[in-house]
């Protein structure tokens, strides 16, 4: 490359002469910072790395592209990695962070060392740890991940949840008024339910302890304040657990049918697998599973407060982004889910309970739908064309990746598994950004009401594709943020993606896919949406919710759901075209509300079904066009909402449309391709290879999506 003299100069000048080659650096876990960045002399840090090239940047004031090339092994952050808008890289010349070895890892965890085992009493084969300590304080800790598994925090009931006999709070819960900023709050349990696991359990422990309540799409974490059992007003015992938080939200509060369990109680510490944090003795428990040696295993909390490990920090007001950086073949593990300071502050708890509030220390979240409140391990703000590709990011509290005011932005071909929160959030103002090709599983494990994709309001033009999207507690992908008709969450393409195993009963008001506001131009289109299970209404698979409007679904294999393939709470204009509805539990098709104007067109599917009715709700009543669709109950006759079909056809309802079996090739095995000569070519159905849904690439990706182990 011809380098003016001018510029040269002022290299030499400015820069030490022994400096690594422009254009390539090198980091190691040997490194050291003080070195020249070469291979044989590399830095310890990517901060360093980051640094060097800002400065030759500066003192060239010339393009140039650079690849940092990061050596396999682990580097310890105790803050996150802070890239500017100074530290970019342009279109013709990239700036790239590459990890060499395949196992090059960034993590925010600190590991417990010196496990001993409990020869004997009560706890006998339990292994024991000293809590680690910071400036002589055990450090405070929610999640422990004990090799490549996310330990269970001692837990009851062991699996499942519990209901409660009933709720109470100090304030009206179902009254729109004015509240203060925190109340009582009390949930009654079931007689027997839960004497005998706070029995013996100081209340200086409770304040380790969590109560989580899941209420249709949210949860709510509570620190138990105290138990007591008192008889109601006929002499029955009630067994009760009080709390203090924010007032319960009228239209969402705690119910008698809400799913809740309990963490962190000593009583409820009896499975393997499962882990106790005992603040007051400064201790860390664990129950081996069989066959686990912990002397073998490697150990890890998450630094206190530690949730974000990249960030960009543009300055998108100022048109000034973070923009053209590239990182491949990097991992980021281990981030916490801090408590918010504002939160607990308002819950107006003793300090003998939560610690001082500018450290680390038991927590309360209130509910937040999709976890909206959380942060992310990569989490940008005015980022451009910064791309993540064969990445990695798992064992954190929160998001993985968090996007606003960002555009172009690509993630391909990574993982994200094990993670408290969702997968990905593109906040107000990101569009043109792609997600494609990645496996994002087993999330919400902390905050069970997030979203594995999220697309805000005012984003647009971003496309997700061909991503495995499954093991979660809530919808999979979520478009547009503004209930009403109203919002600008446009044109956004949503394909070839796998989304299974959604809700497994422990949430409700969910899809496979779920829009909202004004959407014109989003397409949905050959995705599979499959095995969604809530615990009360709202286990959908196609989803639009309050104001979606101008959406097209069309091409999508739905099976396996509770409450409907699709769903419509109100909208207007949308499509629902040439799907492959199949085996929901209660209704079909459903529609909530009933509006003048054209809510959505419902033409060329099929919808296959044993059991359950064919209408949700009111869609039988809502102005819906039904046109060419091919209808089979398999135990029977179908009701069209007390009517024939033919009676139907005479109202001038779904003409061109057809009650005949699909001729599917196996839908008990969940084959659902056609055999020929189906009828389904009677009504113009377009049969689609929903096969291409999911990942795609060599057979060991497309393995490890299909084997839903998580982790490399």
Request: proline share 6%; with cysteine; aromatic share 12%.
């Amino acid at each position: 490359m011809r380098i003016p003299i001018v510029c040269l100069i002022t290299v030499f000048i400015l820069m030490p002469l022994s400096f690594a080659s422009a254009g390539e650096l090198f980091v190691a876990p040997g490194g050291n910072d003080a070195n020249s960045g070469t291979r044989e002399h590399p830095f310890a840090s990517m901060q360093k790395a980051r640094d060097a090239i800002r400065a030759a940047k500066a003192s060239t004031q010339n393009a140039e592209s650079w690849t940092v090339h990061i050596a396999g092994g682990t580097y310890e952050l105790t803050e996150p990695i802070v890239f500017e808008p100074g530290d970019s890289g342009t279109a013709e010349h990239p700036i790239r962070y590459v990890g060499e070895a395949g196992n090059t890892v960034f993590s925010g965890g600190k590991p417990i060392t010196g496990w001993t085992e409990i020869p004997d009493g009560d706890w006998k084969g339990v292994w024991v740890a000293d809590i680690p300590k910071t400036d002589a304080t055990p450090d405070y800790f929610e999640q422990l991940f004990v090799g490549e598994r996310r330990a269970v925090r001692s837990r009851f009931p062991n699996e499942g949840f519990l209901k409660p006999v009933k709720i109470e709070q100090d304030v009206p819960i179902t009254e729109n008024v004015p509240k203060p900023p925190t109340t009582g709050q009390r949930l009654v349990a079931g007689e027997g339910e839960l004497a005998n696991l706070f029995n013996g359990v100081p209340t200086s422990e409770l304040k380790y302890a969590q109560l989580i309540v899941h209420h249709h799409w949210d949860t709510t974490r509570r620190i138990p304040l105290r138990f007591e059992i008192k008889p109601d007003a006929n002499g029955l015992p009630l067994e009760v657990i009080h709390t203090q938080g924010e007032p319960m939200k009228f239209w969402n509060p705690w119910r008698d049918t809400s799913p809740y369990y309990l963490e962190n109680l000593r009583t409820a510490f009896d499975a393997p697998g499962e882990w106790f944090y005992d603040g007051n003795a400064g201790k860390v428990y664990y129950r081996p599973l069989p066959g686990e040696n912990p002397r073998e295993l490697a150990f890890v909390y998450p630094r206190g407060g530690l949730n974000r490990l990249v960030v960009f920090q543009g300055q998108p007001t100022a048109q000034k982004p973070v923009a053209h950086l590239q990182f491949e073949n990097l991992a980021l593990m281990y981030a916490d889910s801090p408590r918010d300071p504002k939160i607990m502050k308002n819950a107006a708890l003793p300090e003998s309970v939560t610690g001082p509030l500018d450290k680390p220390g038991p927590s309360q979240f209130e509910p937040q739908q999709a976890a909206f409140f959380t942060e992310a391990v990569i989490d940008g703000n005015g980022a451009e064309a910064v791309v993540f590709e064969n990445c990695e990011v798992s064992h954190v509290g929160e998001y993985a990746v968090r996007l606003q005011n960002s555009n172009r932005c690509r993630i391909e071909h990574c993982a994200f598994v094990d993670l408290g929160a969702g997968a990905i959030r593109l906040g107000h103002g990101s569009s043109e950004n792609v997600v494609d090709n990645c496996i994002i599983q087993k999330a919400g494990r902390f905050h069970a009401c997030a979203v594995g994709v999220w697309i805000g309001d005012n984003c647009c033009d971003n496309r997700i594709s061909h991503n495995d999207i499954g093991d979660m507690y809530y919808t999979g992908i979520s478009a547009g943020w503004q209930w009403g008709y109203r919002g600008n969450a446009l044109r956004n393409i949503i394909e070839f993606n796998d989304v299974h195993d959604l809700g497994q009963y422990a949430m409700a008001d969910m899809g496979g896919i779920y829009t909202l506001g004004t959407s014109h131009g989003t397409v949905i289109r050959n995705n599979i949406f499959r095995n969604i299970r809530s615990y009360a209404y709202g286990g959908w698979g196609l989803y639009t919710d309050e104001g979606s409007e101008g959406v097209l679904m069309e091409n999508n294999l739905v099976y396996d759901t509770t409450d409907g393939s699709f769903h419509q709470h109100y909208g207007k204009n949308n499509i629902v075209r040439n799907n492959i509805l199949c085996f929901s539990k209660q209704h079909q098709v459903a529609a909530t509300r009933v509006e003048d104007h054209l809510s959505f067109t419902f033409e060329r599917n099929i919808v296959y079904y044993d059991e359950g009715k064919l209408f949700g709700i009111r869609a039988d009543q809502a102005n819906i066009l039904w046109k060419s669709n091919l209808w089979w109950n398999t135990t029977g006759a179908i009701d069209f909402a007390g009517k024939t079909h033919d009676q139907w056809l005479k109202e001038g309802k779904d003409i061109g449309g057809l009650i005949a079996d699909p001729m599917f090739v196996d839908a008990e095995r969940r084959d659902f391709r056609l055999k020929p000569g189906s009828p389904a070519e009677k009504i113009g159905f377009v049969p689609f290879d929903f096969s291409k849904a999911g990942v795609y690439g060599d057979a060991v990706w497309i393995e490890r999506a299909k084997s839903g182990r998580g982790t490399k």
